[in-house]
C-alpha cells in the first residue's frame, strides 16, 4: 500500500517515504510520503490562501460538499478499517465500528453546525439603549488537526469535520501508526472534490515533523491528542497558540459494594482490556476495600482468563500492542509492581509486543502501575481501608480524565462522584468517550479544553460582533 500527502488539492511525491510496519507481523504495512520543510510549509500556505473564500461559502453549501468527502468514507468502510487493522492491529470489527461511529459524529456535527446560532443582545440589561449587538460565531481561520495511533478514524475525523464545516481549513498530521489511513482518507477528499487546499495532509514523523508543523505562523488552532508528554511539549513550543489538548488518563474504577459483582466485573473487564488498554479512558486501577475485593477479584480474574489472545483479523479481545516499545514499558510497570511484593493473578508474558492479559493484585501506592498510564492489558486491584482513602488516592493522581464508580446506592455514589476531580465520573458503567455527543474533558495532565461535537464546533470558532447604533 502506499498513500501519498495531499496538499492543495494534490497528492505530493517527493521521493521520500515513511513505512509503516504491522505491529502483528512486523512487516511492512504500507508507506506514506514523508514530507520536508518545504512541502510542509505549502500545505499551511494552501490552508491560509483558501480560508477565506472556504469561510465565504454558505453553511449548507459547506455541508453539501462535505457530505460528499462523509459518503466516499461511508463507501469506503471495508478498505479503511482493513488499512486500520494492519497498521493498528485493532480488530477488524472493532475498525469498522470505529468507522460507523464516526459517521454519525460527522452527521451529528452537521446538525450541530446549523444551530450555532448567533447571540442578540440589546444592552438593555445594562440600562443601554438604541443598540442591537449579533454576536455570531465565525472559523477560527487555519487549524492544526494532530490525531493520536489508537483511533486514527475517530479522533482525526472528530477534529477535521468540525473544523471545515465552520469554515475553517485543516492541516491534518496522522500519528505514524495511523499514516496510511489518514493519508488514504486524505486522498478521498481529492475524490469528494473537496476545493483545493481546505483539507491538506501531511505525514512523516512526529519526531521529525513535529515541532515545524506546531509552530507554523499560520496557525490560528491546535487540536491535538495523545500523550502527555508531546501535550505539554506543545504548550511550551506553541505556547502563543490556542489549543486543545487531550492528553492520557488513569482512570479509576471504584467499588462501593458487593451488590453486583458480576455486572461490575464485566464492566471493569471491557474497560480494562478494551483495544488491549490501548485507550485513554481505559479503566486503568481498581480502588476498592478488601471486604469487596474479596469477593469482586476472583470474578475478575476469570474473565481475564477467558480473554481471547491472538489476531486482528480474528477479532481477538487482545492483540498485539502498537510497538515493542510500548509493550516493554507496560512490562517494566508490572515487573516494578511484582518486585515489591504485587500479586500476579493472570498473565505477565511478553513475547515481542504481545502481553498476556495481567491482573495484579495488592497494588499498593508505593508502586508504578498505581500511577502511571500503562496504555496496554494491565489492570491493578489497590485495596483501601475506606471510602475516603479510596477517594483520596484517585485525586492524588496527575491525570484527570475519567472514572467509574460502581454500586447498589446510586446516592452514595453521586457523593463519591461529586468528590472526584476528573472531566466525567461514570455511574455503574465503564469510563468511555462516547457517546461523542458528551462533552469529552480532561484536567490536570489529561488535557486542555473540551472535545465532542458541539464543544468541538465552539473550540473552533470565536464571536464576531456587529452591533447596531440608532437613535
Ligand atoms: P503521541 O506519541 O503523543 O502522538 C500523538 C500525535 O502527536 C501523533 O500524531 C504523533 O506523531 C504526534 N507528535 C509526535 N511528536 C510531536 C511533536 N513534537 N509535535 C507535534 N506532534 C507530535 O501519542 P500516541 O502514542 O499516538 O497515543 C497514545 C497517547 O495518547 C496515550 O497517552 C493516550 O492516553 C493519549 N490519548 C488520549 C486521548 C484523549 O482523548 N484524551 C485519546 C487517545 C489517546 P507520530 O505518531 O508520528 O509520532
Ligand atoms: O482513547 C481514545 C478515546 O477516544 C476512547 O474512546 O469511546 O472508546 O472511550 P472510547
Redesign the pocket.
Known amino acids: 500500500m502506499e498513500f501519498k500527502s495531499v496538499i492543495n488539492g494534490k497528492k505530493i511525491d517527493n521521493n521520500q517515504w515513511l513505512e509503516i510496519i504491522n505491529p502483528t507481523n512486523f512487516k511492512i504495512a504500507g508507506r506514506v510520503t514523508a514530507l520536508d520543510a518545504k512541502s510542509i510549509e505549502s500545505a499551511f500556505k494552501s490552508a491560509r490562501n483558501s480560508q477565506e473564500s472556504w469561510e465565504e461559502t454558505k453553511l449548507l453549501d459547506r455541508i453539501v460538499i462535505l457530505k460528499n468527502f462523509r459518503d466516499l468514507i461511508e463507501t469506503n468502510i471495508e478498505k479503511i478499517s482493513e488499512i486500520m487493522m494492519l497498521e493498528i492491529a485493532k480488530g477488524l470489527k472493532d475498525c469498522r465500528n470505529e468507522v460507523l461511529r464516526t459517521l454519525e459524529l460527522i452527521d451529528y456535527t452537521f446538525e450541530e453546525a446549523k444551530r450555532l446560532n448567533p447571540l442578540a443582545l440589546t444592552g438593555e440589561e445594562l440600562g443601554v439603549e438604541n443598540k442591537i449587538g449579533v454576536f455570531s460565531r465565525v472559523a477560527k481561520g487555519v487549524v492544526l488537526a ?6 486514527p478514524v475517530n ?1 482525526a475525523l472528530a477534529k477535521i469535520f468540525p473544523a471545515l464545516v465552520t469554515g475553517n481549513t485543516v492541516v491534518f ?7 496510511l489511513v489518514g493519508a488514504f482518507i486524505g486522498e478521498l477528499s481529492i475524490e469528494a472534490k473537496l476545493p483545493n487546499g481546505i483539507f491538506n495532509v501531511v505525514t ?8 515545524l ?2 509552530t507554523n505562523k499560520e496557525i490560528d488552532f491546535i487540536s ?8 505539554n ?2 504548550k511550551q ?1 506553541a505556547s502563543t497558540k490556542d489549543m486543545v489538548l ?4 488513569k482512570d479509576p474504577a471504584i467499588v462501593l459494594d458487593d451488590e453486583n459483582l458480576d455486572f461490575y466485573a464485566n464492566e471493569i473487564v471491557n474497560g480494562a482490556f478494551g483495544y488491549s488498554g ?4 481505559a479503566i486503568k486501577r481498581v480502588l476498592t476495600t478488601d471486604k469487596v475485593a474479596d469477593q469482586l477479584v476472583p470474578i475478575i480474574l476469570r474473565k481475564v482468563q477467558a480473554l481471547s489472545m491472538g489476531e486482528p483479523k480474528d477479532d481477538a479481545f487482545i492483540t498485539p500492542l ?1 510497538d515493542e516499545k ?1 509493550a516493554l514499558f507496560v512490562k517494566g510497570l508490572i515487573d516494578d509492581a511484582k518486585g515489591k511484593k504485587a500479586l500476579i493473578l493472570h498473565g505477565g508474558a511478553l513475547v515481542k509486543n504481545r502481553l498476556q492479559p495481567t491482573l495484579v493484585d495488592n497494588v499498593d501506592t508505593t508502586m508504578r502501575l498505581a500511577w502511571e ?1 500503562p ?1 496496554g492489558p494491565v489492570l491493578p486491584i489497590i485495596r483501601l481501608r475506606s471510602n475516603d482513602e479510596i477517594i483520596k488516592v484517585a485525586n492524588e493522581t496527575d491525570f484527570g ?1 475519567q472514572a467509574s464508580v460502581f454500586g447498589r446506592d446510586i446516592l452514595a455514589a453521586i457523593k463519591v462522584a461529586k468528590k472526584l476531580k476528573c472531566g466525567t465520573v461514570n455511574i455503574n458503567g465503564k469510563s468511555q ?1 462516547g457517546p461523542d455527543s458528551f462533552p ?1 474533558s ?1 484536567i490536570k495532565d ?2 486542555m479544553g473540551v ?1 465532542g461535537v458541539r464543544e468541538a464546533l465552539l473550540s473552533m470558532t470565536r464571536y464576531k460582533g456587529i452591533v447596531l447604533n440608532y437613535n
Do not use: M, W
Request: glycine residues 20%.
Open positions: 494532530i490525531s493520536p495511533f489508537n483511533y479522533l498530521k496522522p500519528a505514524t501508526a495511523g499514516s512523516g514523523r512526529g519526531r521529525e515533523i513535529g515541532d508543523i506546531s491535538f491528542t495523545g500523550s502527555v508528554g508531546i501535550g511539549h506543545l513550543i487531550e492528553l492520557g488518563g490501548q485507550r485513554c479512558t502498537i510500548s498510564e496504555f480524565l468517550r469529552f480532561g489529561s488535557g472535545q
